[in-house]
């Protein structure tokens, strides 16, 4: 089994002020996620099932009608097709979890380290 290390991976932008170091395998998608605080993702759905674990930060999810507010050490398990959105209360560090793989997570821009310090970048995303 191949060692993934995420730290020396190149940074893929997800979203304004959402970047990541990603893995794909022929099963799933893993991406350990940066999240400027107060940026907010906005409601969405997609066929993956989603596991999100905190590792540092605060994040509040909202699943369908549900409100979970997440702090580092907790995880959230989110169906496919359930509507979903989110809010970073403080700047957070996220494990991200898909299956099958994000598909339209292999194509997202990389960024480069002066892009990094400025990733709110404009208002459309290449992914949700």
């Known amino acids: 089994m191949p060692l993934i ?3 020396n991976l ?3 932008r997800i979203w304004p002020g959402i970047t990541g170091s990603i893995f794909h ?3 799933a998608t893993i991406g350990h996620i940066n999240i400027e605080e107060g940026i907010l993702l906005p409601t969405h759905q997609h ?3 989603q596991w999100s674990h905190v590792i540092e930060g605060v994040f509040e999810f909202v699943l369908g009608d549900e409100k979970i507010v997440l702090e580092a050490g907790a995880s959230v398990y989110i169906p496919s097709h359930l509507p979903h959105s989110g809010r970073a209360i403080t700047a957070c560090k996220i494990i991200d979890c898909f299956v099958p793989p994000r598909e339209d997570w292999q194509s997202l821009p ?3 380290g002066d892009q990094l310090s400025n990733a709110a970048g404009d208002a459309e995303s290449p992914a949700t």
């Open 25 to 27: 395998s022929e099963k």
């Open 5 to 7: 290390d995420y730290k």
């Open 10 to 12: 190149p940074q893929q």
């Open 110 to 112: 990389f960024v480069s």
């Open 47 to 49: 066929p993956h099932e």
